[in-house]
């Protein structure tokens, strides 16, 4: 009986890459112009796969809108392939929340075109985050379509892939890759010796039915297919071929007898890995990270929470996560890209984030504008799940010390960090403009703000009027005379040049205390020293109520000692070296130079308290200028050195039980890894990361194989954590997404950057064959200024007791501060909870048409209930799936397993 043979053809399109989407897209156009004709009259060309991603027939319609119904047409008959993902995102680069989008949006625009292809296509990211196969189940996807990261003990072509959660696909391993079947050749006798070749290729590794892949990068298809297909199926009797799709072939393979694997699939034996992305353009990760927390944690659970629901902007939250979706492409999130593409990438991240910030500072205005509190209040607001307290800052009028009373009456530690005034106008006027001028200033005085001086010089250009406000209550000066001469120049039209500077104004920080999660609180300030806070700095180093921390001024690191008796030194240490890699791998050079200890140091107090302290370490070192290399790879760093001073401020405030660090520096050389380490408390044997909805645990080894190296560098989502159960040590950063546990189990390091100069090289001495083309990108060398931050947690037990989850929300979701209440009184009460959520992470929290949606995700060891209350009552409605098709319905509580996704559609 001949033995079927699936051929699925398809192109596998890089929106952007070495060359920009536009570019890119001009190809697109002239694929489909072709293919679109062939299909419709050559019946035996009976499928074609765009790739899994409908972004590939948005960008073509956006230039052959002619083309959606000949599209349609082909599409709701099965003849073309559309979806799943609206891109093909890399995992580990973006959020969990991030790929949810990716697919809903997908699946959401796959049905104009008739549904998407049911098979969870993943064919080119870098390596698979553990929790794929419930995002794909929840979506009611049962098959993966997977090639990089499968590890070498799957010895079949097919393996059940299971969640932490517990849920599972069959995931088809595409042997060979992608490409298995691209070059099918015009001849059907050689077609029938390809196969022949790759069924022995294969081995005893393949189950069931051969799969031939007939596409590749950017590939035009290839019209003597059917032709040739049936031409093979003529003169042979070992195989049958069939010009099919993916779901038809997953259809009828096996699923009894498969080997299982639990978990992320990280392994570069089978194929490369590419695990140097994660570090390679910091400054895109970054912005990954700014762009991703200012909507996904801020903007759209703010407005769903605090602004009315006729208010909520659907559109402009649709726009940002199109952006960031968009972004999420493998190539654009991982950098590894010509440097034009990168700026796209920085471009489509900063939009992003524009309109979360914008969101989020119209829905914490409006909601503070309706707080039932006089004018002068402040109102702080939390964004995130986690009732939590912290230091904000906000800008008032006035001098001098102040401090704040909360809605319990008691007095909250604040601390004058400036003082100064604005030039609120400073123009030069004639005639009409004149009489604006005056207008604004009489209204300021009708407000209560005075003049506090007012100067007048007649010169040979015109009147130089220059005044100044008082804070408002302070008397002024008569200003009667000053206006009524500016009223006779405006008639005159005589030349007035103005110069109004503002009222006094000062920055304060203030300790706020507990506020509830997606909660508020209101205070009053009262002018005056607050009461003694925690937080002092000395020479000697800084102090809370948690933490001691110690500087050392002989090589720049510092020692953190706790209340509980833990204490770590030598923290900190700044580690340089070569990289002769690229964009997609560190690699050393031949001959390395290392700096790990600085020339001299400088230590200087910044702030003393009582509510944030800091001090700046100012190491100066002299690293080499480049590295000695070309295309292929890299033998020597170079002898020609540079200066560079590294400015690292630690901070320290009120409560937190970590340390925030950030460096900053002008980066002079070329072709090297800049890394942190930390000592550890205790030695491990791995360390736990978060990824998408989970925490991941790793070893301190990675499996490679002979086209890479498997190097121990990990990405983490926002924190790792390395201890050995009973103490450690956990970072918490902002977008330095790469880490290793480094001597064996006795320091973790935090990649700050790699500099870089090439896409691929194609011998690298770590990945002796090329990722990619041998294109110059200069902006990956990453010369000039740049800045990390990151948080530093040392503590007792696991990460869970840590709490990495709740520090990774304090450090990097800030409590929104503003001014609150209004002269006609409001409908809010001084302090409450819009939600509450216990027992699970919360993802998301947004409107929908018709409804009000919260996404959690349980963290716990053990099942549990999570609880959710809305405005203070037991929430009810629907647990959903990712398409919104209701599961069970719901009141006050859900039962979840351990790692388990929720989607709940609250009733309003």
Not at 91 to 112: K, P
Not at 311 to 340: F, I, T
Not at 755 to 763: D, K, M, N, P, T
Request: aromatic share 8%.
């Amino acid at each position: 009986m001949p033995r079927n043979v699936a051929i699925v053809p398809h192109t596998h399109w890089d929106r952007e890459w070495y060359e920009p989407f536009q570019t890119f897209r001009i190809r697109l156009v002239t694929l489909l112009d072709q293919l679109l004709p062939m299909l419709e009259q050559d019946l035996s060309y009976a499928r074609f796969l765009l790739d899994g991603q409908t972004m590939v027939v948005d960008d073509y319609l956006e230039v052959r809108p002619e083309a959606l119904p000949a599209l349609q047409r082909l599409s709701a008959s099965g003849r073309i392939s559309v979806g799943p993902w609206m891109v093909l995102m890399d995992e580990f680069m973006v959020s969990g929340e991030t790929i949810v989008r990716d697919l809903q949006f997908g699946m959401a625009r796959g049905a104009a075109f008739g549904g998407v292809m049911p098979v969870g296509y993943l064919p080119d990211m870098f390596g698979h985050v553990a929790q794929m196969p419930q995002v794909l189940r929840l979506a009611g996807l049962q098959n993966a379509v997977v090639w990089r990261g499968v590890p070498s003990v799957i010895d079949r072509n097919a393996f059940w892939w299971e969640a932490p959660d517990g849920s599972r696909v069959r995931a088809e391993w595409l042997y060979g890759s992608y490409s298995n079947g691209s070059n099918i050749p015009p001849d059907a006798k050689k077609l029938v010796e390809l196969t022949n070749d790759y069924e022995a290729e294969l081995g005893p590794a393949s189950l069931g039915d051969m799969l031939l892949m007939n596409g590749t990068d950017h590939q035009l298809p290839q019209p003597w297919l059917g032709r040739v297909v049936a031409e093979a199926n003529g003169i042979q009797d070992d195989y049958h071929f069939e010009v099919t799709s993916l779901a038809e072939y997953l259809a009828t393979q096996p699923t009894d007898g498969l080997p299982s694997w639990q978990g992320e699939l990280r392994s570069g034996s089978r194929a490369h890995l590419l695990m140097g992305v994660a570090s390679n353009r910091v400054d895109v990760h970054q912005r990954c990270a700014h762009a991703e927390r200012a909507i996904e944690r801020r903007g759209e659970p703010l407005a769903a929470l605090f602004l009315e629901p006729d208010q909520y902007p659907h559109r402009l939250l649709e726009l940002g996560w199109h952006a960031l979706v968009s972004n999420s492409a493998h190539d654009s999130s991982c950098a590894c890209s010509a440097d034009e593409v990168v700026e796209q990438v920085q471009v489509r991240y900063a939009e992003a984030r524009q309109i979360g910030d914008g969101i989020t500072r119209d829905a914490v205005h409006s909601f503070a504008a309706r707080i039932d509190t006089p004018p002068a209040s402040t109102v702080v607001v939390n964004p995130t799940a986690r009732p939590r307290g912290g230091v904000v800052e906000c800008t008032l009028p006035g001098r001098g010390p102040l401090h704040f009373v909360g809605p319990d009456g008691l007095a909250r530690p604040a601390q004058l960090v400036g003082e100064s005034r604005r030039d609120t106008l400073n123009t030069i006027v004639e005639g009409e403009k004149v009489r604006w001028v005056l207008h604004n200033l009489r209204n300021a005085e009708e407000a209560g703000v005075k003049l506090a001086r007012a100067e007048v010089r007649h010169e040979a250009d015109g009147h130089h009027v220059e005044v100044e406000h008082a804070v408002i209550g302070e008397p002024g000066v008569d200003a009667t005379e000053l206006f009524e001469n500016i009223v006779e120049w405006g008639k005159r039209n005589e030349r007035v040049h103005f110069k109004i500077i503002g009222a006094p104004i000062r920055t304060v920080l203030f300790d706020s205390g507990e506020v509830a999660g997606f909660g508020w609180k209101t205070y009053q300030p009262v002018e005056g020293q607050g009461p003694p806070g925690t937080v002092a700095a000395t020479d000697a180093g800084l102090g809370n109520e948690h933490l001691r921390v110690a500087i050392d001024s002989t090589d720049g690191t510092y020692a953190i000692s706790t209340t509980d008796g833990l204490e770590l030194r030598g923290l900190g240490r700044l580690v340089d070296g070569g990289d002769g890699g690229d964009t997609y791998n560190y690699s050393p050079p031949a001959a390395d130079v290392v700096i790990d200890r600085p020339e001299r140091v400088e230590v200087q107090v910044l702030e003393q308290g009582p509510v944030r302290a800091r001090a700046q370490i100012s190491s100066t070192y002299s690293w080499p200028t480049h590295a000695i290399g070309d295309e292929n790879s890299c033998s020597a760093r170079s002898d020609d050195r540079a200066d560079v001073t590294v400015h690292t401020t630690l901070e320290l405030r009120a409560g937190e039980r970590f340390l925030r660090v950030h460096h900053e520096f002008d980066n002079p050389s070329r072709d090297h890894r800049l890394r942190a380490h930390f000592p550890l408390p205790a030695r491990v044997k791995g360390s736990d990361a978060e990824c998408a909805f989970t925490v991941v645990h790793r070893g301190l080894t990675a499996e490679g194989g002979s086209q890479e190296f498997g190097l121990p560098t990990f990405p983490s989502r926002r924190f790792v954590d390395a201890s050995d159960g009973n103490k450690g040590l956990a970072l918490v950063h902002d977008g330095l997404l790469e880490y290793e546990v480094v001597e064996d189990g006795r320091e973790l390091a935090l990649t700050l950057m790699r500099a870089v100069g090439y896409i691929s090289r194609s011998e690298p001495s770590l990945r002796p064959t090329p990722a990619g083309p041998y294109t110059v990108v200069e902006d990956a060398q990453m010369l000039g200024r740049r800045t990390m931050d990151y948080a530093v947690l040392p503590h007792r037990g696991d990460w869970r007791a840590a709490d990495c989850y709740g520090a990774a929300d304090a450090v990097l979701v800030p409590l929104e501060c503003t001014r609150a209440g209004s002269i006609f009184g409001g409908s809010e009460p001084i302090e409450g909870s819009k939600l509450r959520v216990d027992g699970a992470e919360v993802s998301a929290v947004r409107r929908e048409p018709g409804g009000f949606l919260v996404r959690v995700f349980r963290t716990d060891a053990t099942a549990g209930d999570v609880t959710i209350e809305r405005d203070g009552a037991p929430a009810k409605g629907w647990m959903v799936d990712l398409t919104g098709r209701p599961m069970e319905p719901f009141e006050g509580a859900v039962r979840l397993t351990p790692w388990q996704i929720a989607t709940l559609r609250l009733d309003e």
